[in-house]
């Protein structure tokens, strides 16, 4: 895609995701790459239940590079499935397979089943820190105001 920038990835398919694809951009404007369930029967996740679910990969991110595990917007919406540890990092010295912590926060039971999409893996740059330690920061308008300090979005109301 035009203005996109493409790192490649190797990717190594596990034998219990034989037959599955590898992760795939569900559009061509898409940020995460779909992640799927390698499992060989059903899983239910109770209410409130977590579970590392396989996804049958591993890949080799060139230094420099991170992989985050994400959530699916739909499962979350429409079934209350999510991610425990969101995002999850995979950082570029991981070589094991990526196992995706799934939780659900409704009160129904879910079916996972082989090959559902789970959630999203989304490649990005990151840098590095270099800490210097100083006395004080520079003063900015906001200063040390925290959660909701910087106001409310328009239409919604403060709550108490």
């Known amino acids: 895609m035009k203005g996109v920038e493409t790192v490649e ?7 219990h995701a034989r037959d599955l694809p590898l992760p ?11 992640l799927l369930a390698a499992i060989d029967g059903d899983i239910e996740l109770g209410s409130l ?4 679910v396989p996804t049958g990969i591993a890949i080799a991110l060139p230094v420099g590079f991170e992989a985050q595990v994400r959530p699916r917007s739909g499962l979350a919406a429409k079934n209350g499935v999510t991610l425990v540890n969101a995002p999850g990092t995979i950082d570029a010295d991981y070589r094991g ?3 995706v912590i799934l939780v659900n926060l409704s009160k129904e039971p879910f079916r996972i089943s082989r090959g559902m999409r789970i959630a999203q893996l989304v490649v990005a740059r990151h840098a590095r820190a270099m800490w210097r330690e100083v ?10 105001g925290g959660f909701g300090s910087t106001g409310v979005a328009p239409g919604a109301t403060k709550s108490a």
């Open 49 to 52: 239940e977590r579970r590392i």
């Open 9 to 15: 990835v190797e990717v190594v398919r596990l034998a």
């Open 135 to 144: 006395g004080e920061l520079d003063r900015t308008a906001r200063g040390a």
């Open 97 to 99: 397979e990526i196992g």
């Open 24 to 34: 795939d951009y569900a559009t061509a404007a898409a940020a995460g790459a779909d």
